[in-house]
């Protein structure tokens, strides 16, 4: 099993541009989460989803949206990417809430 | 809303030392508490986590931690230092409640540094 795969491991962009990360699972499990890690700050939540077709609102949504239209894939979209959206992005996914979170490899985003 | 305190940004011991990472979470029911390992350019991996009954919770690579209600706190110990220990820890909750859907609550992390 790969477990939980992130695509891409590096970009750059520049302020105004978009793009999407796309987080893969294949353990079957019903939630997935995306964070950003920034120094200090731990590891937040942007938004998260309990199962295919569903997304919720994390802590820190604004700027972000997300889609799970199959339920291996959760994919997070930057409409127009700004500096302060500098920061590594893991995808997480579990089976059951009470679980661990199986942690991607995390994509490192540069918006110049 | 929950929030986890992890005392400490920075902690640094000789190699073969106790090694003691503290964790205070603010929550008047006690939730699921974790503790990940980030080494770096990786993701995290769990080290062990509490859900319930016995509230001292042995995880992997020898590392501990103990749940005291009364203190709201799940510090992380190891006996003895290694070198390869040195990697970043966080801290984490997730409420009990169905509603809560699994999501973490991550404290600010602590970086240790194993010295030889």
């Known amino acids: 099993n790969a477990g939980v795969t992130q695509t891409p491991k590096f970009r750059v962009l520049k302020t105004g541009q978009s793009m999407t990360l796309l987080c893969a699972q294949d353990?079957?499990?019903?939630?997935m989460y995306w964070y950003r890690q920034d120094p200090g700050m731990g590891l937040r939540l942007i938004h998260y989803?309990?199962?295919?077709?569903?997304?919720a609102k994390g802590e820190v949504p604004d700027g972000y949206n997300v889609s799970r239209l199959k339920k291996q894939n959760f994919l997070l979209g930057l409409e127009s990417a700004a500096p302060s959206q500098t920061s590594v992005y893991f995808c997480?996914?579990?089976?059951?809430?009470?679980?661990?979170?199986?942690f991607g490899p995390g994509t490192r985003l540069t918006v110049l | 809303a929950q929030s986890v305190t992890q005392l400490g940004s920075h902690v640094s011991v000789s190699e073969g030392a106790l090694v003691l990472l503290r964790c205070n979470y603010s929550?008047?029911?006690?939730?699921?508490l974790f503790w990940y390992v980030q080494y770096p350019n990786q993701g995290l991996q769990l080290l062990l986590k509490y859900t319930s009954a016995a509230t001292l919770v042995k995880g992997i690579n020898g590392f501990e931690a103990e749940f005291k209600k009364s203190e709201t706190s799940f510090h992380l110990t190891k006996p003895s230092a290694h070198m390869s220990d040195a990697a970043e820890y966080f801290c984490?909750?997730?409420?009990?409640?169905?509603?809560?859907?699994?999501?973490?609550?991550f404290g600010q992390g602590t970086i240790l540094t194993v010295h030889p």
């Open positions: 989803s309990v199962g295919e077709g569903t997304t």
């Open positions: 984490a909750v997730s409420d009990r409640t169905r509603t809560s859907y699994g999501k973490l609550t």
């Open positions: 929550s008047s029911v006690p939730p699921y």
């Open positions: 353990m079957n499990h019903e939630y």
């Open positions: 997480a996914s579990t089976l059951a809430t009470y679980n661990e979170q199986f």
